[in-house]
């Protein structure tokens, strides 16, 4: 008898699931939204004018611990210099088959020249498509990332590059934290910072939510805040989640 019990039991478990919305999509053909401050693809930035931001300084280059950034710079022209500074980055090629994405080249550069787009879904059928070259890398003149044929954009991955390094303050300065203090980029002028832990955020502008919002079930009751308490902020939260997953359906 137990041997039946079980065994209709795992019926029992499947047609209950059968009942709900589903949560996976049709991948490729659909795909979730990324969070804002994904790690993807780098881009190399120009300023408002078209001017690039790299100045060829290889701080990028020698942080990596995977060896995979190769910078060589050069003194900026007099008749049309390439970026606001003496040199400009003549060659940048990154290495993606070595790249593991830890984003100290990001951290490193004091220009914001390099940061990382949302993509992460780009394959290769030959090594040399692996090496992207400063062609490549460089927004194009609406300060977009170019799109390469071997890479799956779609929308919003390009939307907030390098967002989440715009989270933290200068060297751990609290009082600095969501204040803008980087150069504008071509075709977006200043971005809005990325909310952290003070008050001085803007999520309608980059799409993200204050983690005692995002995580009220993983707080302890004291830390929940007062307007999300009681049944009827429950049922809110609940009603929320709802559209989110039919569209998933």
Not at 126 to 143: F, H, M, P, Q, W
Request: glycine residues 12%.
């Amino acid at each position: 008898m137990a041997r039946g019990t079980d065994f209709f039991g795992g019926f029992k478990l499947t047609f209950k699931h059968l009942a709900r919305p589903r949560v996976t999509v049709g991948y490729p053909g659909a795909k979730r939204p990324k969070q804002p401050r994904q790690h993807g693809r780098h881009v190399l930035n120009r300023f408002e004018d078209g001017m690039e931001k790299c100045i060829g300084c290889e701080l990028c280059a020698g942080v990596c611990p995977a060896n995979c950034i190769h910078v060589r710079g050069l003194d900026n022209p007099p008749d049309h210099p390439v970026s606001p500074g003496e040199r400009y980055g003549y060659v940048y090629e990154i290495n993606y088959l070595r790249c593991i994405h830890c984003d100290m080249c990001v951290e490193a550069c004091p220009t914001q020249a390099i940061t990382e787009s949302k993509l992460f879904e780009f394959s290769f059928t030959n090594r040399s498509d692996a090496i992207y070259t400063k062609a490549e890398l460089l927004v194009d003149d609406d300060g977009n990332p170019k799109r390469l044929p071997w890479e799956d954009w779609r929308e919003g991955e390009a939307a907030m590059t390098g967002g989440w390094m715009r989270a933290t303050s200068p060297s751990g300065d609290a009082a600095f934290e969501g204040v803008v203090q980087w150069s504008g980029e071509l075709g977006y002028g200043q971005r809005a910072p990325e909310g952290g832990q003070s008050g001085r955020r803007d999520d309608a502008a980059t799409g993200t939510k204050s983690l005692r919002r995002a995580f009220v079930h993983h707080l302890q009751p004291v830390d929940v805040p007062a307007d999300l308490r009681g049944p009827a902020a429950a049922f809110e939260r609940l009603r929320e989640r709802l559209p989110r997953r039919g569209r998933g359906a």
